[in-house]
């Protein structure tokens, strides 16, 4: 794997940031101590312009390539922020803080892009100018959003953006990508069902919501499996069932929750229009009514194509023919990246973290031994989209 000789220099330095971070996890935009070690690295390296405070507590630095930095801005951006969960890896460098853990890995991805960011503010061998974008709350807090919304793009002039996550199971040094969505938008509901409650004995006289949320499950499953396009892709789970507290009771409302994960816009209505419909359709057919509250989470995380192409370009650089797999499958889990991509046009990409844990387990760890060619492919990223010329 050819990855970057000087990178490899200061690899142990970089697993350093990485172990510190994971001692040390913050949640969501409370992540203060990660922000404030992300600025100070920044600015040791020479970084021309580290700006914090954007998205809440997002971080952004700017490194000016040959010739002052003149030309295109491509941004490249890491998560910071780690998951409510209580720590069983063992490992020495574990978290200190109880409830809290770097279960998904943004330790490896912030270190891996302040790796790379150390490394171009070092060798300046590109033009135009790169972003290296820290970015809060990815967990459910859409930190994405708030650092674009915070005009993230226009401040920075960022004309193409790309993102990186580990992959467990996915063997070190390999990477996988495709071109479209490859996360899931993540929406939610809760379907609130009311009848007529009464005497389990005499359930003639009442119009029983536990019948009908028990027909409803089933014929949910059937949007996918009978009204969707085979060649898409989308799931439909209900996850939670609410319902009576009397074994002589036929209770008044039963509350359904589930969530609905699809790979593209299309779908996402789709799924969403159908869930309506028949909802509404089998509460009328027994008499009963339906709520319905719908709300709609993170978009589909959409590789756009040109991009997606080049990633995995740069990746082969890094890796080796063979190493990439550019149609890879995407995943149903969700990605805040995805606002980022509604911004501007980019990708996002897996890295193999090898056969550790599964992504938001108590014995996950990032795989340092990864981090050479995940700082290394940032460094090509930049030096093979902004080739210095003249």
Known sequence: ???????ADFEDEIIG???????????????????GRVAEL?????????????????????????KGGAGRTIGLRADMDALPISERSGKPYASRTAGRMHACGHDGHTAMLLGAA???????????????????AEEGGAGGRAMVEDGLMDRFGIAEVF?????????????????????????????TLEGVGGHAAIPQQTIDPVVIAAQLILA??????????????????????????????????VKLTGTVRTLAETERQFMEQRLRAITSGIA?????????????????????????SFAAAVARSVAGDGQVNDQADGTMGGEDFAYMLEA??????????????????????????????????????????LPVTG
Do not use: C
């Open 42 to 66: 920044l600015r040791s390296f020479g970084v021309d312009e580290v700006v914090t405070g954007i998205g809440r507590t997002g971080v952004v630095g700017v490194i000016k390539g040959r």
């Open 118 to 136: 150390k490394y171009l503010a070092e060798t300046r061998n590109f033009s135009g100018s790169v972003a290296v974008i820290f970015q809060p």
């Open 220 to 253: 949910l499953q059937t949007v996918v499996s009978r009204n969707l396009d085979p060649m898409r892709s989308a799931v439909l789970s209900i996850t939670m069932l609410e319902a009576g507290n009397a074994f002589n009771v036929i209770p008044r409302n």
């Open 163 to 191: 993102g990186m996550h580990n992959l467990p199971g996915l063997p070190v040094g390999r990477f996988a990508i495709r071109p479209g969505g490859i996360m899931a938008a993540t929406d939610e509901f809760i379907i």
């Open 1 to 7: 794997m050819p990855v970057i000789n000087r990178v």
């Open 284 to 308: 009328a057919t027994f008499g009963a009514t339906a709520d319905i509250a719908y709300r709609r989470g993170y978009p589909p995380t959409v590789n756009a194509p040109e991009q997606t």
């Open 344 to 385: 501007r046009p980019g990708a996002y990409i897996f890295i193999g973290n090898g056969a550790s844990s599964g992504l938001h387990t108590d014995t996950y760890d990032f795989n340092d031994a990864a981090i050479p060619a995940g700082v290394s492919y940032w460094a090509r990223l930049v030096e093979m989209a």
């Open 17 to 35: 940031w990485r172990r510190d971070f994971h001692t040390h996890p913050e949640l969501q935009y409370d992540v203060q101590r990660t922000a």
